[in-house]
């Protein structure tokens, strides 16, 4: 089981449905990556990275990077692009079933 730092639990419907189902998005430690993992150039060639683990749908974990630990994990924290996204396939609810983004049903 891989450690992680911070989790958000929602619940999500596919669209067009109405059965509310719980899942939660992870973010991993910050670890140590290799430069060729990104497409920018550091000057002392530290690249740190953080994965994002989403379970309850099917969606591909991924990972983000920074120069440092404290980018990478400010970078992964930064859930709403990733919601944004996972929107178009699905309504997503925080825990007290209120709409996670205003507008949703």
């Known amino acids: 089981m891989k450690k992680y730092i911070a989790e958000r639990k929602l619940f999500y419907t596919n ?3 109405s059965e ?3 899942f939660s998005i992870r973010i991993g430690c910050p670890y140590q990556a290799e430069q060729s993992k990104v ?3 550091i000057g002392n ?3 740190f990275g953080c994965s994002i683990e989403i ?14 630990s404290v980018q990478a994990i400010n970078i992964a924290s930064n ?10 396939k699905y309504n997503i609810y925080w825990q007290d079933g ?6 949703e049903e």
Not at 55 to 68: F, L, M, R, S, T
């Open 79 to 88: 859930l709403e692009p990733l919601l944004e996204r996972l929107q178009k």
């Open 39 to 41: 497409n920018f150039t």
């Open 20 to 22: 509310r189902k719980e």
């Open 98 to 103: 209120e709409p996670y983004f205003d507008g």
């Open 55 to 68: 379970i309850g749908i099917p969606e591909k974990e991924h990972d983000v990077y920074g120069v440092d």
């Open 15 to 17: 669209k067009g449905e």
């Open 45 to 47: 060639g530290d690249v």
